[in-house]
């Protein structure tokens, strides 16, 4: 059976699980969640994702983000890859961490986007780990409630001002209390692989064609510019991984290596050296 197309957008948010090899715990130390919330730093710097929620359990993990460049497989590749690889490395092991791929479903702003954060930040509720959001410090819950400070990728003001207001006390208090008024079965999510209305939905679903490369190329829609994928690169690592996304998305070696002014064997690598590490 052909496996789902992944849908990629600019400037669109999604909800993103993905869970240990055969439900395997990932995250068993306070250890290994510093170290995939040290990766997460990295790969939100390297393709300038905005993060607005997260939960680390102990066999998966939530985030719900948006991406201003149709760039989340290259993203989660890498973030999913290099947690795996180290958390291979620590145990003397080999072998899949993650299991299959990543699971993204596609999150409407609004109340779809609200009812998302709300979701992933419960999960250690629904789950008997804790009983309240603010008792388990591995999610973004305490950061957006005020109790802790923000980290650096997650971004708090879309969240707090669909509540009403900027980055303040008063909005902060109203997302305490988002999280925990009553709903059915702590806050359900639906499964659907797009959440928002029905304008929203029939959006995605015209597009198809724009899933990654699991789509043949033919069957693509007219790829981002390589002007807009490569704006605002300031490292040699954020470069690369545009790159490797460039070419992805259907731009040749020759374009790519003729708009950054290199050798097209040095695009060529670059491409080379990412698949080797996955």
């Known amino acids: 059976m052909a496996r789902p197309l992944r849908l990629l957008a600019a400037d669109t948010t999604y909800h993103v699980t993905a869970r240990g090899n055969g439900q395997m715990v990932i995250f068993g130390r306070d250890e290994d969640r510093r170290r995939f919330l040290a990766q997460l730093a990295q790969v939100w710097d390297s393709y300038r994702l905005e993060c607005h929620a997260y939960c680390l359990m102990h066999n998966h993990y939530h985030l719900v983000a948006t991406t201003p460049l149709p760039n989340l497989s290259a993203a989660m590749q890498q973030l999913n890859g290099s947690y795996g690889r180290w958390w291979n490395r620590q145990r003397g092991r080999t072998g899949h961490v993650f299991q299959g791929r990543f699971h993204a479903q596609l999150i409407q702003h609004d109340r779809y986007l609200l009812s998302a954060c709300r979701y992933v930040v419960l999960n250690p509720v629904r789950a008997g780990l804790v009983r ?3 008792a388990w410090p591995w999610s973004s819950y305490r950061a957006m409630a005020g109790l802790t400070d923000l980290p650096q990728f997650l971004r708090d003001a879309l969240v707090l001002r669909m509540l009403g207001g900027p980055s303040t006390d008063a909005a902060r208090a109203r997302f305490r209390n988002f999280v925990s008024e009553p709903g059915g079965e702590l806050h359900r999510l639906s499964p659907q692989p797009i959440l928002g209305d029905e304008d929203y939905c029939e959006r995605f679903k ?15 829609l007219t790829p981002p510019s390589l002007e807009g994928l490569f704006s605002g690169m300031v490292t040699r690592q954020a470069r690369d991984a545009q790159v490797v996304l460039a070419h992805r998305l259907g731009h040749s070696l020759t374009a790519i290596a003729k708009h950054l002014q290199l050798h097209r064997s040095s695009v060529s690598k670059i491409i080379w050296r990412a698949k080797s590490r996955t």
């Open 132 to 134: 309240s959001a603010e």
């Open 206 to 220: 015209a597009m198809r064609g724009q899933a990654d490369a699991e789509v043949p190329r033919r069957d693509r």
